[in-house]
């Protein structure tokens, strides 16, 4: 996964997420010390803070405008945080720019290029057989198929008292037809409750987008310099459909041959309004191929 960015001059989160056994981890306590690239403070140090833990786990810390005022690149945040009352330590890197690229594209997106895929995305509704972890999920009389076959699609909440709670599947037993959520439910779910499950591509959109912003780097681009979005819309697109159809099999391969193809072709005539003078002026920003290297 690429690294985290966060935008010059602004109040933002660094964040970290801890999974053990596809379940996202709750600590009690948290905090974080932060250096930039060469291991110096921060011009407010960071230094053994506080963080936030929200209810499913998420540890944030909000850097000050201050601190983001100079572009940048591998700051690293050291994060300790109490487990089962074990302290642990993560280091993560991020970057602070000028610009950062988004996601854009949506599931629909690839439907909409490739209508074959709507029969892998329909949504199925659901009935709570039996009452399994706080983080399950279990309809063992709708639900069979592929092992993992919801892995990656969520399943929305439809009646009960924690109605509209939508989550992510990180995995699922065709046998029980037990759902496992990334995130524990704020209430216990009861016998009953009605649900659906749906297949999501965000996986495959995500991994796509960051094989793009790698090879961009491997190109010599900053992908924070790069000053549309829209101009990388196509190649995601045709990229995260190879990826699902790779995943498919055999009953794809035609299809994904000719979409890995096409990402190649769509990659090799990728032009770039490139922020090279970083001044986040487009007036000033030139048009360029990835084959052109960029050096700051």
Known sequence: ???????????????????????????????????????NDLPDPVIDAVCSIDSYGKISYTLSATNTADLGENFTAEFKYIYNTVEYLQRILFNIVINRLNIIITDQDLIDDYSQLREYYSPINGEVSSIGDINEIIDGRNFNGQKDYWKGGHIKILSGTIKDFDVKVTA?????G???????????????????????????????????????????????????????????????IAKILHAIGKRERDAYEDYINK????????????????????????????QTTFLR
């Open 1 to 39: 996964m690429t690294k985290q960015e966060i935008l010059q001059n602004r109040s933002e989160a660094i964040t970290f997420e801890k999974y053990i056994d596809n379940l996202q981890i709750i600590p009690t306590s948290a905090t974080v010390t932060i250096t930039d690239s060469e291991g």
């Open 172 to 176: 699922f037993d065709e046998t029980s």
């Open 178 to 240: 037990t759902f496992t959520l990334k995130k524990s439910m704020p209430a216990n779910i009861t016998q009953g409750d009605k649900f659906i499950a749906y297949k999501s591509f965000e996986n495959e959109i995500s991994r796509a987008f960051d094989e793009i912003k790698d090879y961009l780097s491997t190109q010599g681009f900053r992908p924070a310099l790069i000053m549309n979005d829209l101009q990388l819309k196509e190649i995601h697109i045709t990229l995260s």
């Open 263 to 290: 990402y190649y072709s769509q990659r090799a005539s990728l032009k770039l309004l490139y922020d090279e003078d970083e001044t986040g002026n487009p007036a000033d920003a030139v048009e360029s191929r990835p």
